[in-house]
Nanobody, 117 residues
Framework: VQLQASGGGLVQAGDSLRLSCTAS????????MGWFRQAPGKEREFVAS???????DYSDAVKGRFTISRDNAKNTIWLQMNSLNPEDTAVYYC????????????WGQGTQVTVSS
């Protein structure tokens, strides 16, 4: 499967953005999906995930502000990001895996999110 992330941009603090990640090649229903981000000079970090059943999980940094969702029929997952702040500035990546306990092995190309204060 190939992943294509989109929807990033430049916004102000307090604004919202919705990222999309569309898969091609195979159906997403067989994959556990995640969003990660990497800020300049920092390690890539987990943001949110949705397992095959759709149950979500979030990092503490985004819990209550971000919502991950998926539509297997559209082969797409989304990350709705509300109440953005400058600390959310990063390149956001979507990722996929087939084994829940394994590391993510399939990565999209990333989309830049910049939040100005």
């Amino acid at each position: 499967v190939q992943l294509q992330a989109s929807g990033g941009g430049l916004v102000q603090a307090g604004d919202s953005l919705r990222l999309s990640c569309t898969a091609s090649g195979r159906t997403l229903r067989n994959y556990h999906m995640g969003w990660f981000r990497q800020a300049p000079g920092k390690e890539r970090e987990f943001v949110a995930s949705t397992v095959r059943s759709g149950v979500p999980d979030y990092s503490d940094a985004v819990k209550g502000r971000f919502t991950i969702s998926r539509d297997n029929a559209k082969n797409t997952i989304w990350l709705q990001m509300n109440s953005l702040n400058p600390e959310d500035t990063a390149v956001y990546y979507c990722a996929a895996k087939t084994v829940l306990t394994a590391p993510y092995s399939i990565w999209g190309q990333g989309t830049q999110v910049t939040v100005s204060s």
